[in-house]
């Protein structure tokens, strides 16, 4: 079944640690790649995207993703976290069936930092 | 910075009441969208919409759901009938073209209380 898949509920990390969160994506076709951020009382905001080109994405932030064809993964890093960056973040995909107007999102991932 | 507005932030309504989620997209966006989250769960499509009509609805937006732009700047979701199931947060989004070319905003959400 096509599916995006975060296989982290919760992640803690202590201020200054790196961070990877993981993002599967299961579709026949490469899709649009997304990561998107949602701070307490806040919508949700882009960190970065990937459609095609270079596999290593620059976003806001300081953060990073990786597309990795072979591994049907799109994950989150940044190396050095900041205890603002405690959010829920989320894997986003735009699947190519039939359009390009819809974003399936992952369950979330729930980052909590400690200092 | 432009941004979406979506008003009220909470609603609380009784069980079969009709209720209307209000959003104001950013003014020169042309692709808008609703989506929902349920405690807990993921943030789920809902409905696209473009040129005044829907272009893309998930399984989700049934004859319960309508949206509407009736003056040009306020794009409403309308939730007839409303169950304890539609208890969730709704939130509106735009995007200048589609999630292909450009970037889609999301507000801050309305959360729906059913009782």
């Known amino acids: 079944a096509q599916s995006v898949t975060q296989p982290d509920i919760h992640i803690t990390v202590s201020e200054g640690a790196s961070l990877e969160l993981r993002c599967n994506y299961s579709y026949g076709a490469t899709p649009y790649l997304f990561w998107y951020v949602q701070s307490p009382g806040q919508g949700l905001q882009l960190l970065l995207k990937?459609?095609?080109?270079?596999?290593l994405v620059q976003g806001i932030k300081g953060f990073e993703a990786e597309f990795k064809r072979s591994q049907s993964s799109f994950n989150l890093r940044k190396p050095s976290v900041h205890w603002s960056d405690a959010a829920e973040y989320f894997c986003a995909v735009v699947p190519f069936d039939g359009g390009y107007n819809k974003l399936i999102f992952g369950a979330g991932t729930r980052l909590a930092v400690h200092p | 910075e432009p941004e979406v507005t979506q008003t009220p932030s909470h609603q609380v309504t009784q069980m079969g009441q009709e209720v209307i989620l209000r959003c104001v997209p950013i003014?020169?966006?042309?692709?808008f969208y609703w989506y929902r989250q349920i405690l807990g769960q993921k943030v789920e499509f809902l409905v696209s919409?473009?040129?005044?009509?829907?272009?893309?609805k998930s399984e989700i937006f049934d004859d319960q759901f309508s949206v509407e732009r009736p003056d040009g700047s306020n794009f409403t979701l309308k939730i007839r009938s409303t169950k304890l199931e539609d208890s969730a947060m709704y939130f509106c989004?735009?995007?200048?073209?589609?999630?292909?070319?450009?970037?889609?905003?999301f507000g801050q959400g309305t959360r729906l209380t059913v009782v």
């Open positions: 919409f473009y040129n005044n009509e829907i272009s893309e």
């Open positions: 990937y459609f095609s080109g270079d596999t």
């Open positions: 003014s020169n966006h042309l692709y």
């Open positions: 989004a735009s995007s200048l073209e589609g999630f292909e070319a450009t970037e889609a905003f």
